[in-house]
């Protein structure tokens, strides 16, 4: 049964208006909305306020990457790991380092466990997520073992499972680079497998490669040499050709070519566009299709990818990805990116030539089946044997059609648990499926890896929504992307803000496959109140700011959780803003960074500060929230000229405050707590100034000395780390003995102030000095980016972007 717009509206309480741009944004249809509950209709509607937020992740992470000049050199990852590696040649650390376990290099320079060591390491224990996942671009299944696979996560590099998903394990914890984007098998030889490593979906998408990795056994992993360079910095398509001579890749620059076994020679066959998709036709090498990231084109090849030529085609926008029928190779399916919500398209011809399907939902209106983010998530498949055209395409939701693009369907529900998480990236059949007995097929998205068992079974309820015969096979799949993180010391709740999988709360009493999702959206910074385990704060976008005062226990079913000024409106029927003094204005205005800074005073816990244009300060924090109340803010830092992105108060004393900024300026009160407090630019004169003009990413207040701050900065250049021992006056770079990557965080242990904890972009570094000396601690958080740390009594809490949280204990060093 289908249902109008305004039939629609009505049931909502929105307007129609707003109907269909949930449609267009969702992509999905009335009926999906017509089932969605009321909190989740209030945050979809607050998702069309931020309609491209992952451009603006990327945009994010690219800023903290800059060096001063604005730029990220080439490959500058793979120079920092060199670093590493040569260091640790030259001078072999010691087995511990201020408490934590340093990992030694093995004969090839690398550090840290065995590949198969997974997360059971000495001393560090992995808190999780294992249930949440991560963004998953791509798998690939033995077709010898079909219960072994790999999935390629875009933060937490390659994963493994030996029981079709039962549980996974981290293929190689020092991979060079663990922002993969792509995996391809060989089909002559199943051992040997590639990853592309960088994500090229986005103009600002940061998270770089470098180039290829393979392994001949699945075990042992190396660099593909001929790579290393500025073409291969994102590689979002591997295709291997059946006999497994010819590889293709699809980069940001182009296409590229090799045909010698040891993959020493790579020629550019398609160049000047960026291309997000190639494959080769599944029994003959001489064919082969590509698809653009941007420019809305395809390319086929007649002579095994040697020379391209543009199909023919209408009108086309944005990315393009290709599919090749299965039961008749010379059909080629596309799906088109288009302005908005994508469009399918057929070639009858091996891909010469395009023609536009239909395109229908049920309703016979257009399916905007990839909402308003193609070039994000965009999938396509038609890998059944014996029906060319059966048709699957994903885009936030996945659909079917049985008639070759003309009519499609949903078959998952995004906003229901027991459905399939959203945005999809990878579609892959059982090396079985045979469209009969067998119709079994694997998703890879942004919750991690799901199961259908049987392709038919799903998406057939008579509405949504669609959870009949999902399975999630996310079980120790611990590729989630924090930001940031907090815990309750006596209670033992810790929550992390993540990267679209929102603040998660952890309780050690349910274990690691029992985290849950009580804030919906991208999380950001938290803060935990140490008097009450009740109490805890976490923020969406732009310093939206929300407070929990149940642990976590209870979803935000209200909206009435924002203590920032948002809240949503039944007489407008949408969101709106309090007025001054219950709102931040720079939230209401987007005038902060994506994901903001906000601390709690360690000295009081009724009084938050937070970071967007100006520096706003809450006295009464857990002041009851109502439509027209709350907590009260005002500005005590005007504009500098740039965000603010980094906050410490001293825990000796209120009134001294450090504030860091986009452009590397940092600024200190020592009148904190006065209505009007003046401020001193601090490292901008003398002997010993403060040096970098970059991405301040951090600031950390000594537990006892109120003139002690040490700096962390962005950019792969040396120089990341600085200390001041009196107020700012005068500067030290603390980052000699640090790879020249960005630094994100830093940890001073409690009991021993002189023993430091530095996370960088590569994982975490001990010093037992006072930060003159700096050994690797790989073991544990491997060598992903190391986005928060914090102290939970004397155990420290590790927050990465790509493998959950890690927590040891250092009670015993002090």
Not at 12 to 24: G, T
Not at 407 to 433: C, F, K, M, N, Q
Not at 731 to 745: K, M, S
Not at 795 to 814: E, P, Y
Request: hydrophobic content about 35%; proline content about 6%.
């Amino acid at each position: 049964m289908t249902i109008s717009d305004e039939d629609l509206a009505h049931a909502k309480r929105i307007s129609v208006e707003q109907v269909a741009l949930l449609r267009m944004s969702r992509g999905c249809t009335n009926e999906t909305l017509e089932g969605l509950p009321e909190a989740s209709v209030h945050r979809a509607l607050r998702r069309l306020e931020y309609p491209d937020l992952p451009t603006a992740r990327g945009m994010f992470r690219l800023a903290q990457e800059r060096g001063d000049d604005g730029q990220v050199p080439a490959h500058a990852l793979t120079g920092a790991l060199d670093q590493l590696h040569a260091a640790l040649e030259a001078d072999r650390p010691a087995r511990f380092t201020a408490g934590v376990p340093t990992g030694l290099a093995d004969a090839e320079g690398r550090t840290g466990p065995s590949p198969t060591a997974g997360m059971s390491l000495t001393a560090w224990d992995w808190l999780g997520p294992g249930n949440i996942g991560g963004r998953t671009r791509g798998l690939v299944i033995d077709p010898e073992r079909p219960d072994r696979m790999w999935a390629a996560s875009a933060g937490g590099g390659v994963w493994h499972t030996e029981d079709g998903g039962g549980e996974w394990q981290p293929v190689d914890d020092f991979l060079g680079n663990l922002a993969c984007a792509c995996i391809a098998q060989d089909p002559a030889r199943p051992a040997t497998l590639y990853v592309g490593t960088g994500e090229g979906f986005s103009n600002g998408d940061a998270l770089r490669g470098n180039g290829l990795f393979t392994t001949t056994d699945t075990v042992t992993w190396a660099p593909v040499d001929a790579t290393q360079t500025p073409d291969f910095r994102f590689v979002s398509r591997i295709a291997v050709s059946s006999t497994g001579e010819v590889l293709l890749a699809a980069t940001n620059s182009g296409v590229f070519r090799s045909a010698d076994p040891g993959r020493a020679t790579w020629t550019p066959v398609l160049t000047g566009v960026a291309v997000a998709d190639v494959k080769f036709h599944p029994a003959d090498d001489r064919l082969a299709v590509a698809g653009s990231m941007r420019a809305g084109e395809a390319w086929f090849s007649r002579d095994g990818g040697r020379t391209w030529v543009t199909a023919g085609r209408g009108p086309w926008e944005g990315r393009v990805e290709l599919a090749y029928a299965a039961a008749d190779p010379g059909t080629v399916y596309a799906s088109v990116e288009m302005s908005r919500g994508g469009q399918i398209w057929r070639s009858t011809d091996g891909g010469e030539t395009y023609e536009p399907r239909k395109t229908r939902d049920p309703a016979g209106r257009t399916a905007a089946y990839l909402g308003d983010q193609g070039w994000y998530d965009n999938a396509i498949w038609a890998g059944d044997p014996t029906d060319a055209d059966l048709v699957l395409v994903g885009g936030i939701d996945l659909w079917r059609s049985t008639d070759g693009g003309d009519s499609v369907a949903e078959i998952s529900t995004w906003w229901e648990p027991r459905s399939v998480h959203a945005d999809h990236h990878a579609i892959v059949s059982h090396p079985g499926y045979d469209g009969r007995t067998n119709r079994t097929v694997f998703f890879g998205n942004d919750g991690g890896v799901f199961k259908a068992d049987d392709l038919f079974a799903v998406g057939t309820e008579d509405e949504p929504p669609f959870v009949r015969g999902w399975t999630e096979l996310v079980n120790n799949y611990g590729a989630t992307q924090f930001y940031g993180g907090a815990g309750h010391t006596a209670g033992g709740k810790i929550i992390g803000g993540a990267q679209d999988n929102g603040t998660l709360v952890f309780d050690p009493a349910l274990g690691t496959e029992r985290w849950r999702e009580f804030f919906g959206g991208d999380g950001g910074w938290c803060a935990a109140d140490p008097d009450d385990e009740n109490v805890f704060y976490g923020e969406y976008v732009f310093l939206n700011i929300h407070r929990s005062t149940d642990g976590g226990a209870t979803d935000d079913t209200r909206g009435d959780r924002y203590i920032s000024g948002q809240f949503f409106n039944p007489v407008v029927r949408d969101w709106d803003w309090k007025p001054v003094p219950f709102r931040i204005p720079d939230a209401k205005n987007r005038q902060a960074e994506f994901i903001a800074p906000f601390v709690m005073d360690p000295n009081n816990p009724q009084r938050l500060l937070a970071g967007g244009r100006s520096l706003w300060v809450t006295d009464d924090a857990k002041t009851r929230n109502t439509p027209g109340s709350g907590p009260r803010w005002r500005a005590i830092k005007g504009n500098a000229g740039s965000l603010i992105t980094a906050l410490a108060v001293s825990p000796r004393d209120s009134d001294v405050i450090w504030v860091g900024h986009e452009d590397g300026l940092v600024f200190r009160t020592t009148e904190g707590t006065n209505t009007a407090p003046a401020w001193d630019r601090v490292g901008a004169t003398g002997a010993r100034r403060l040096e970098p003009r970059r991405y301040c990413t951090g600031l950390t207040a000594h537990p006892d000395d109120p003139d002690t701050v040490y700096a962390t900065f962005g950019g792969f250049e040396p120089g990341n780390l600085w200390v001041t021992r009196d107020g700012g006056a005068e500067w030290t770079d603390l980052a000699g003995g640090l790879p020249a990557v960005p630094v994100r965080a830093l940890a001073v242990h409690p009991g021993r102030p002189g023993f430091l904890y530095c996370g960088t972009e590569i994982g975490l570094f001990a010093s037992e000095d006072e930060g003159a000396t700096w050994s690797p601690t790989n073991e544990g958080p491997t060598n992903c980016s190391v986005d928060d740390l914090f102290w939970m009594d004397r155990t420290l809490v590790c927050v990465t972007h790509g493998r959950g949280m890690f927590r040891i204990d250092l009670s015993d060093v002090a």
